[in-house]
């Protein structure tokens, strides 16, 4: 499935605590934590995602791996509230997600990149990457000005005025990864985000999300195939028949 864009770019930022170091460990209240959820599907024949606690430190990267169909994209659905588990609870700082408004905390809180980009194809770069900043508090200049600076980051400055059919595939991803940045958020949820590109590509994409994950302090969880990915990872998770089969650091 896929987010709506505007769906993502409902309430305005707000200030929040420095992230703590990554990987940081015990006493540390996980930035997001998924707590014995379960999610089925299909009049519940089919079990996607079945008694998984995981807790995601702030600043933590995270590798989400296991084949096709074991769950990862649910999982990642689950944690970034865009489903609700059956059972278990998510919580985000410790508040349990069912109780809160989850569209303002994925505005304001949550960047997705998913496997296929999603740009909207009659808009420029820039102007993909201003949406979520749509409903924010952020006056047009300072948009404008913001999402000039995200695509900078992604190494695309000259290619702003560029829509989406002008890009390659792997600027096309860079794009989308500067819109999931859009309006600042603490937890960046990447469903397969090299699945489409070519291996160069591929290794950008994945630099990228490292170093902006470092200088912006953002929590990371991944989900991939890609061992290049997951060998970046603070931790790779494994998930088989919707079950955590397996942890290491
Ligand atoms: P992965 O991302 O690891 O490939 P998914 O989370 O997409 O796995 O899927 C896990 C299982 O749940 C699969 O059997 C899949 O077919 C099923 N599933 C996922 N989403 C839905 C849905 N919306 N409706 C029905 N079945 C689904
Ligand atoms: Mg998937």
Same mark, same amino acid.
């Given at each position: 499935m896929s987010a709506s864009i505007l769906s993502l770019a409902r309430s305005a930022p707000t200030a929040r605590t420095a992230p703590a170091a990554p990987g940081a460990g015990a006493g540390t209240q996980p930035l997001v934590a998924a707590e014995r959820v379960s999610r089925r599907f299909e009049s519940g024949r089919?079990?996607?995602?079945?008694?998984v606690s995981l807790a995601l430190a702030p600043g933590e990267y995270v590798a989400l791996t296991g084949?096709?169909?074991?769950g990862k994209s649910t999982l990642l659905h689950l944690l970034g509230t865009l489903e609700r588990p059956d059972s278990g609870a998510v919580r985000y700082r410790g508040t349990?997600?069912?109780?809160?408004d989850a569209a303002a905390l994925r505005a304001t809180r949550i960047g997705f990149v998913f496997q296929?980009?999603? /740009?909207?194809?009659?808009?420029s770069a820039v102007d993909n990457v201003e949406l979520p900043m749509?409903?924010?508090?952020?006056?047009a200049a300072e948009r404008r000005r913001r999402a000039l600076a995200l695509l900078d980051a992604v190494g695309l400055a000259d290619r702003g005025a560029h829509r989406p059919s002008q890009l390659s595939g792997g600027q096309r991803q860079r794009v989308a990864i500067a819109r999931a940045l859009a309006n600042e958020p603490e937890l960046v949820i990447a469903d397969e985000?090299?699945?489409? /590109?070519d291996s160069a590509n591929a290794a950008r994409c994945l630099a990228l999300l490292a170093d902006l994950r470092r200088a912006r302090g953002l929590t990371l969880i991944v989900a991939t195939h890609d061992a290049a990915v997951a060998a970046g990872a603070d931790r790779i998770v494994r998930l088989r028949d919707g079950r955590i089969e397996n942890e290491r650091a």
């Amino acid at each position: 499935m896929s987010a709506s864009i505007l769906s993502l770019a409902r309430s305005a930022p707000t200030a929040r605590t420095a992230p703590a170091a990554p990987g940081a460990g015990a006493g540390t209240q996980p930035l997001v934590a998924a707590e014995r959820v379960s999610r089925r599907f299909e009049s519940g024949r089919v079990a996607a995602v079945v008694d998984v606690s995981l807790a995601l430190a702030p600043g933590e990267y995270v590798a989400l791996t296991g084949p096709s169909g074991c769950g990862k994209s649910t999982l990642l659905h689950l944690l970034g509230t865009l489903e609700r588990p059956d059972s278990g609870a998510v919580r985000y700082r410790g508040t349990d997600c069912a109780g809160t408004d989850a569209a303002a905390l994925r505005a304001t809180r949550i960047g997705f990149v998913f496997q296929a980009c999603h /740009l909207i194809p009659t808009l420029s770069a820039v102007d993909n990457v201003e949406l979520p900043m749509l409903e924010t508090r952020w006056r047009a200049a300072e948009r404008r000005r913001r999402a000039l600076a995200l695509l900078d980051a992604v190494g695309l400055a000259d290619r702003g005025a560029h829509r989406p059919s002008q890009l390659s595939g792997g600027q096309r991803q860079r794009v989308a990864i500067a819109r999931a940045l859009a309006n600042e958020p603490e937890l960046v949820i990447a469903d397969e985000p090299t699945g489409n /590109l070519d291996s160069a590509n591929a290794a950008r994409c994945l630099a990228l999300l490292a170093d902006l994950r470092r200088a912006r302090g953002l929590t990371l969880i991944v989900a991939t195939h890609d061992a290049a990915v997951a060998a970046g990872a603070d931790r790779i998770v494994r998930l088989r028949d919707g079950r955590i089969e397996n942890e290491r650091a």
